[in-house]
Every structure is written in structure tokens, then in C-alpha cells.
């Protein structure tokens, strides 16, 4: 608390720090330095968007509503402070979830909690993404049944999710599937600091033109704020 006040104080409101973290660095550096901060502070629920068990759950429904066993591997991109993952840890089998995310502090957090929940033998794999891009290259030569990124790409700028589009048929085979949420718009908006709307024509096109195909599956996702599902696959081999 004293922390918080000491920052407000500091920088006049939290939208001025955050504002003040984006001019001095990169987008994603800015991003993961407040999401850092946040966790650091005790914010650890809300430091990833809040609604703890709601979202937690609704994630993991749905997952295992479109056939995730516990013999699966699943990749959870910008795992955040485990919201999902503590819920996949426990359904999936030893080695069977990894997460990974920028934000150092919300990786140490999330090794915590998998202690505190006496889920360490299931022995989820918990990485720092330290050079921030969606590269793919720490997973090489693995390939993932599930992968999800839950209000993750509602935070990536247009080049972000092009790299991710570029690369990550190459953790992934004719049988993946990769869910991802977004906020969608009539036209692309990056409509506040750390935010961005799309258009689904947009993920369409990008999924396109990396060899995948891509359905809008948002009507059996019910976020409570509105976010979309979609779910890619690799196109089917002639
Ligand atoms: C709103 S939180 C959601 C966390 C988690 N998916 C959940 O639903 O609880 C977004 C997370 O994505 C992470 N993130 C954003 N961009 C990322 C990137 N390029 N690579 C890895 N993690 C990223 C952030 O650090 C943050 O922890």
C-alpha cells in the first residue's frame, strides 16, 4: 500500500505512471515493467485483469469443453499469474502445461502459488519470456495439442501478432489448435494505452497468409466483458 501511495504521489495518477513507463521504452518492456510492478505491489489477481475465479474457470470450461484431456500438452501464452493455469495444472498430467509470460514477478508468483496449491508434482513448466517476442524458439522441436492466450493478443500491437501468426506453426501440428481472445472493432484501435481492438477480417488475413484457418468460435465463449474466442488450425495438407 505504502508502495502504491508512494508511486500515485510520485506520478500523479497510475494512467500518468503508465503513460510515463511507455515513453521511456519499448511497448512490450512498458508492459511487462507494470505488470511487474503490479504483481509486486500484491496486486496479483487484479495485476492480470481481476475476476479471479470467474475468469479462471470460464477458461478452463472452455478448454475442456473442446476436448482438452489430461494426456494433452498445452501452451498457455502470457500465462500471467496462473488465473487458467492453476485450474489446467491440476487437469493436465505431469509435464503437461507450460506457461510463459514478459512479466518476471508474475512467473515468480505463479511458481508460488503452484506450491501452495500442492500441484508441484505435476511439474508445470513456467518460463520468462525474457526477449519478449512470440518467436517460439525456446519451444523448438516441441509441438503443443492446445494453445491459448486468454487477453493476451486485447493487449498486442499489429507487429506482435504478426510474429505470432509468422512462427508459431512451428510448435504446432495438423491436430493443434490455438484459441486466442480479442476485443473486436469495426476497424483496428489501439483505444487506450495498453489496449487494441481488431476486426476479425484482420486475424483472417493474417491466418491466411501463414497457412492456417481460423473460426470465430466467440459464441460459445461468454466473457463478461465482451472479448471474442477464435480458434486456429494449420490448413490441411493436400
Ligand atoms: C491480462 S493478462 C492475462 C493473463 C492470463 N492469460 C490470464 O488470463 O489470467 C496478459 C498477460 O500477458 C502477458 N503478455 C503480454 N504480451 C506478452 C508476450 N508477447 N509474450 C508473453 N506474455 C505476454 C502479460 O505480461 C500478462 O501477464
Same mark, same amino acid.
Request: proline share 3%.
Given at each position: 500500500?505504502?508502495?502504491?501511495?508512494?508511486?500515485?504521489?510520485?506520478?500523479?495518477?497510475?494512467?500518468?505512471?503508465?503513460?510515463?513507463?511507455?515513453?521511456?521504452?519499448?511497448?512490450?518492456?512498458?508492459?511487462?515493467?507494470?505488470?511487474?510492478?503490479?504483481?509486486?505491489?500484491?496486486?496479483?489477481?487484479?495485476?492480470?485483469?481481476?475476476?479471479?475465479?470467474?475468469?479462471?474457470?470460464?477458461?478452463?470450461?472452455?478448454?475442456?469443453?473442446?476436448?482438452?484431456?489430461?494426456?494433452?500438452?498445452?501452451?498457455?501464452?502470457?500465462?500471467?499469474?496462473?488465473?487458467?493455469?492453476?485450474?489446467?495444472?491440476?487437469?493436465?498430467?505431469?509435464?503437461?502445461?507450460?506457461?510463459?509470460?514478459?512479466?518476471?514477478?508474475?512467473?515468480?508468483?505463479?511458481?508460488?502459488?503452484?506450491?501452495?496449491?500442492?500441484?508441484?508434482?505435476?511439474?508445470? *513448466?513456467?518460463?520468462?519470456?525474457? /526477449?519478449?517476442?512470440?518467436? &517460439?524458439?525456446? $519451444?523448438?522441436?516441441?509441438?503443443? +495439442?492446445?494453445? %491459448?492466450?486468454?487477453?493476451?493478443?486485447?493487449?498486442?500491437?499489429?507487429?506482435?501478432?504478426?510474429?505470432?501468426?509468422?512462427?508459431?506453426?512451428?510448435?504446432?501440428?495438423?491436430?493443434?489448435?490455438?484459441?486466442?481472445?480479442?476485443?473486436?472493432?469495426?476497424?483496428? *484501435?489501439?483505444?487506450?494505452?495498453? /489496449?487494441?481492438?481488431?476486426? &476479425?477480417?484482420? $486475424?483472417?488475413?493474417?491466418?491466411? +497468409?501463414?497457412? %492456417?484457418?481460423?473460426?470465430?468460435?466467440?459464441?460459445?465463449?461468454?466473457?463478461?466483458?465482451?472479448?471474442?474466442?477464435?480458434?486456429?488450425?494449420?490448413?490441411?495438407?493436400?
Amino acid at each position: 500500500m505504502k508502495k502504491l501511495i508512494k508511486r500515485i504521489l510520485n506520478w500523479g495518477s497510475p494512467e500518468k505512471y503508465v503513460r510515463k513507463l511507455h515513453e521511456n521504452k519499448s511497448y512490450l518492456d512498458a508492459y511487462a515493467d507494470h505488470t511487474d510492478t503490479r504483481v509486486a505491489e500484491g496486486d496479483v489477481e487484479k495485476a492480470i485483469g481481476g475476476s479471479w475465479e470467474e475468469m479462471g474457470k470460464l477458461q478452463f470450461d472452455f478448454l475442456v469443453k473442446k476436448g482438452l484431456e489430461p494426456q494433452h500438452k498445452m501452451l498457455d501464452i502470457g500465462c500471467g499469474t496462473l488465473r487458467g493455469g492453476r485450474h489446467f495444472i491440476k487437469h493436465l498430467g505431469s509435464k503437461g502445461y507450460t506457461g510463459f509470460d514478459i512479466s518476471a514477478k508474475a512467473i515468480e508468483h505463479g511458481k508460488k502459488l503452484v506450491e501452495k496449491e500442492g500441484l508441484s508434482d505435476k511439474k508445470p *513448466e513456467l518460463l520468462i519470456s525474457k /526477449d519478449k517476442n512470440l518467436k &517460439f524458439k525456446e $519451444f523448438n522441436g516441441r509441438e503443443f +495439442d492446445f494453445i %491459448f492466450a486468454q487477453s493476451v493478443l486485447t493487449h498486442l500491437p499489429p507487429e506482435s501478432i504478426e510474429e505470432l501468426f509468422e512462427n508459431i506453426g512451428n510448435i504446432m501440428n495438423q491436430e493443434s489448435v490455438f484459441y486466442f481472445t480479442y476485443f473486436e472493432g469495426d476497424r483496428y *484501435e489501439h483505444f487506450s494505452i495498453e /489496449d487494441f481492438r481488431y476486426p &476479425f477480417s484482420h $486475424f483472417e488475413s493474417v491466418a491466411c +497468409d501463414h497457412g %492456417f484457418t481460423i473460426e470465430n468460435c466467440s459464441h460459445e465463449y461468454q466473457h463478461k466483458i465482451g472479448q471474442k474466442m477464435a480458434a486456429v488450425k494449420k490448413k490441411t495438407e493436400e
